[in-house]
């Protein structure tokens, strides 16, 4: 089962407009990640937040994280037409599961031109 | 050296077929992943390994499913007698160690079972 669910599941803005994803798991953490998806193939990892961690930025991207409510929002400025991708939160609980990640579904954002 | 690479990019096989997907992973990435993505959802874990330690298979959705790495590198996802379900696309990553967090994905080998 998914341990992460983001919200919505499909996003459409126009270019310039700010583009906010939700993301909300289930057990302990020990840290968090959000990946983006062009067309179906390999995943590039965007940004990681510690669990000990609220907030961080990179370039465009802000994530937080609240670990009480076990939830994390990745918000991108003044999107650009290339920024149009699935987005997936992935949660990672710690060496005792090996460091796998456990994957939302996905938000799929259009930012059109 | 260069990013993680993953062969074939696309297979197409017959229902009741054996396939072998292949990933080979960043120099030096010491943990190795599989994944599977269906049309439309996340990724699933499958399988991964750390080193000379025994691998957690615990993803793995049936006794079709195997996967070797040789010498620590190489790594090779079977998958026998191919059913219609097993259509996805398989995603390998690498890190440099487990633990570390960021995992590093190939492109992924489509896999179509007709």
């Known amino acids: 089962s998914q341990q992460g669910e983001e919200d919505p599941q499909a996003l459409s803005i126009q270019e310039g407009e700010n583009a906010t994803m939700n993301c909300s798991y289930k057990t302990s953490i020990n840290n968090l990640q959000w990946y983006r998806q062009n067309s179906g193939r390999g995943l590039v990892h965007l940004i990681l937040?510690?669990?000990?961690?609220r907030e961080k930025h990179s370039g465009r991207l802000r994530v937080t994280l609240d670990t009480s409510k076990k939830s994390s929002s990745l918000l991108i400025t003044a999107s650009r037409a290339a920024d149009t991708a699935s987005y997936f939160c992935a949660t990672d609980a710690g060496e005792t599961s090996g460091s796998r990640l456990t994957f939302g579904e996905g938000t799929q954002l259009t930012v059109n031109p | 050296g260069a990013g993680v690479s993953q062969s074939p990019s696309n297979k197409v096989t017959e229902k009741g077929k054996d396939v072998e997907l292949r990933c080979d992973p960043i120099?030096?990435?010491?943990?190795l992943y599989w994944y599977r993505q269906s049309l439309g959802q996340g990724l699933e874990f499958l399988i991964y390994?750390?080193?000379?330690?025994?691998?957690?298979k615990s993803g793995l959705p049936s006794d079709r499913f195997s996967a070797e790495r040789t010498g620590g590198s190489v790594s090779t996802l079977t998958i026998q007698r191919t059913q219609q379900e097993d259509s996805a696309v398989y995603l390998c990553a690498s890190s440099q160690r487990q633990g570390r967090g960021e995992q590093y994905f190939g492109p992924g080998t489509r896999l179509t079972v007709t």
């Open positions: 120099s030096g990435h010491t943990a």
């Open positions: 390994f750390q080193g000379n330690s025994a691998p957690d």
């Open positions: 937040i510690r669990s000990n961690e």
